[in-house]
């Protein structure tokens, strides 16, 4: 992830920022992680500020679960 970044997560995918929405106060950040797949992140309008999160960017996904599922069709 970048010489100065240092996370505990493993579940990080990268990809590239195709869209940022900005709503009252929550933004949904859609990040294109290749392979047809897009991740969204629901994070907080100050969060993108801070940030600089812009569309073209490569950034990281960072999942953070306590519990994974796993299903099936029948």
Known sequence: MGDCVKISARNRLKGSIV???????????RIDV???S?????ITNEAVD????AVGQV???IIKASDVM???ES
């Open 19 to 29: 869209e940022v929405r900005k709503g009252q106060t929550t933004a949904h950040v």
């Open 34 to 36: 290749g392979g047809g």
């Open 38 to 42: 897009v991740v969204t992140a629901s």
């Open 50 to 53: 801070e940030l600089g999160l």
């Open 59 to 61: 950034c990281y996904a």
């Open 70 to 72: 796993v299903g099936l």
